[in-house]
């Protein structure tokens, strides 16, 4: 793990300021689709901790991002998972980092390969800025600026400890 | 001139073309397989469909007819959003006296990403890999006795699905090994793999000379090679293929090599049996079997679509 000179936010404490702020503005039977792995991994947290009845769904976005030719795919697919309807359910996506707004858009356009949700929100417990497409969140744990040249990501410890961890870009 | 295996392989160490099963790293194989895993579940979902290889065009060249696994490479194509054409040469400008070189020259010209090819000539995919342009990918979909890789991946896939563990199994093979690319390809997916045990059975004039050379055990008794196997693949007596005398007659082979109910007690109570397609009923399997619990031969056409919807993603995604 390479942190660099950089100051990054403790992000248990992010993830407690992002309950805070969807606790009181979702549907009692919001569905939380968490965005691999990340995203999986805080949608499993939120659905066990914010009060109703949140079912989970995990989405890969790989089967649907516009980056095959440059990047390839990627070589850890995972599956998709949403085991409930889409159909008519408020839905919020949840990832660990927005940035430029291409995993979210691949994210909506599978969930609507699922059928036609009533609404769909976006939480994320960091926004990065160097939004490249007209996407923003409905909850944010914290705005946080990071160098271009650095992949920010979450990571879990053992305990199930959430930490930011940032890196050089890999190929793939 | 290139080795066969690096024509597979950029420089990376990815999967350029898809050519053989023979020389592909495991840790290749294994990404195919769990590619394929997440591909299941697409083709479960009512919306069958991802936008992974749009405006992608994929030809489809059969120069020998093949209606199944064409029609599955098809399928495969377009739930992955590509544009599909088939071919069938075998009808066309080959009988006009074009080369294959040349067809391949003009299919590009149209703008073509990928060719899948069946050839009854062994090594023709090759010739075509060696001449495709650099941003073109090839597939082989059975070329003569050689390989017919992604039925290799499909029948590893599904023993996979029904018995996780390649390291703890006994496979075998029933039939005419000496006429199958099936086979070659499952023997080498299944060694690259880990399983201890590959056996081979089937008449001595069925099997080729030097077979033992791949690793296998070979049996000439049906009964002593299925004692305590876990999977078992029959495999389908090619009338097309015989050319002299190598069998006396298809119910004299049913009757020596034929899987019955019977026979197949003598594997693992829970051994799965494996066919290709398309089955002859009563010359290599009795219908009992084939229509019995232990058959996986129709899924293995459902996991078919999404090994090959992940080779045909994974190949468009890699560079030269």
Known sequence: ?172 | MLSKKNLQLNENGDLRHLLAIEGLPKRIIERILDTAESFVGVNEREVKVVPLLRGKSIFNIFFENSTRTRTTFEIAAKRLSADVVNLDVARSSTNKGETILDTIANLTAMHADMFVVRHAESGAPYLIAQHAAPHVHVVNAGDGRHEHPTQGLLDVFTIRKYKKDFTRLTVAIVGDVLHSRVARSQIHALTTLGVPEVRVIGPRTLLPADIERLGVRVFTSLEEGLKGVDVVTMLRLQNERMTGALLPSASEYFSRYGLTPQKLALAKPDAIVLHPGPMNRGVEIDSAVADGKQAVILPQVTYGIAVRMAVMAILSGSTR
């Open chain 1, 1 to 172: 793990m390479t942190t660099g000179d950089l100051y990054l936010p403790a992000a248990e404490a992010l993830f407690n300021d992002l309950k805070a702020q969807m606790a009181p503005a979702i549907a009692f039977d919001a569905k939380l689709v968490g965005v691999f792995s990340g995203g999986a991994w805080l949608a499993d947290r939120l659905a066990a901790e914010l009060d109703g009845e949140h079912e989970v769904g995990y989405i890969d976005v790989s089967f649907y991002r516009d980056d095959l030719s440059t990047s390839g795919l990627k070589s850890n697919v995972r599956s998709t998972q949403i085991p409930f309807s889409v159909q008519g359910a408020h839905i919020v996506i949840v990832d660990d980092v927005l940035f430029t707004g291409r995993s979210i858009r691949a994210a909506v356009n599978t969930l609507f390969d699922y059928g036609r949700p009533a609404s769909v929100q976006l939480a994320v417990l960091v926004d990065r800025g160097g939004r490249e497409l007209p996407i923003a969140a409905d909850y944010v744990g914290a705005p946080l600026i990071v160098s271009r040249d650095l992949m920010l990501a979450l990571s879990k410890d053992d305990a199930g400890k959430f930490a930011l961890t940032t890196e050089p870009w890999m190929q793939r």
